[in-house]
């Protein structure tokens, strides 16, 4: 970012404070009480008389409950969301979600509409299954399962195994595999009385 660059996000500042304070229904006077911050210092930042810092927008940031770059509007460098290529496998879609080789991962996978022969498997790890939509059939050791959206199933992946569409319809699910000793923990907070 060069200088211009600098002056141009810094002068679209006052305006967005000045935007955000409104929309929030507080006055100066309510901001200065929450931040600090001198009324004609605040009103000096949302016309651009006075340059912003990060000594004067942090405690804005706080009192909009905001982050900070929200006032400075820098926009993101590129787009945050994860995009793996799609891989497809014996007609199963598999969309990675996670970039850790040798350890957790998560992938979205697509089976399509068909009725395959179950072909268990084991192998080392341990597996977490989500089914998003359809339904899913699992064959798990000497257990076969059909699961709904909404589901979840967890496994040792010694186990033999084996999961596919039911014929129904096409199922997606979520897919977290890591290695043997390394398990997914679900983590609730204690319902408050």
């Known amino acids: 970012m060069n200088g211009d660059d600098t002056d141009e996000v810094l002068a679209e500042v006052g305006p967005r404070l000045r935007r955000i304070r409104k929309e929030r229904g507080a006055t100066l006077a309510g901001l200065s009480a929450a931040t600090g911050i001198s009324v004609s210092t605040l009103s000096r930042l949302e016309s651009g008389l006075r340059r912003p810092s990060l000594e004067l927008l942090l405690p804005i940031a706080r009192a909009h409950q905001v982050p900070l770059d929200e006032l400075v509007g820098a926009?993101?460098?590129?787009?945050?969301?994860?995009?793996?290529?799609?891989?497809?496998?014996?007609g199963?879609?598999?969309?990675?979600?996670?970039?850790?080789?040798?350890?957790?991962?998560?992938?979205?996978?697509?089976?399509?509409?068909?009725?395959?022969?179950?072909?268990?498997?084991?192998?080392?790890?341990?597996?977490?299954?989500?089914?998003?939509?359809?339904?899913?059939r699992v064959v798990l050791g000497g257990h076969d399962v059909v699961m709904?959206?909404?589901?979840?199933?967890?496994?040792?992946?010694?186990?033999?195994?084996?999961f596919g569409s039911t014929g129904e319809g096409s199922v997606e699910f979520l897919s977290l595999f890591g290695p043997q000793g390394e398990r997914m923990h679900v983590r609730a907070r204690p319902k408050r009385s």
């Open 75 to 90: 926009p993101p460098a590129g787009d945050p969301r994860v995009r793996g290529k799609p891989l497809v496998r014996h």
């Open 92 to 136: 199963r879609t598999f969309w990675p979600l996670t970039r850790q080789p040798g350890g957790l991962q998560a992938f979205k996978v697509l089976v399509p509409q068909g009725t395959e022969e179950p072909e268990p498997r084991s192998h080392e790890g341990y597996e977490w299954l989500y089914v998003l939509s359809g339904r899913l």
């Open 148 to 162: 709904a959206a909404g589901e979840a199933a967890e496994f040792d992946t010694r186990v033999p195994h084996w």
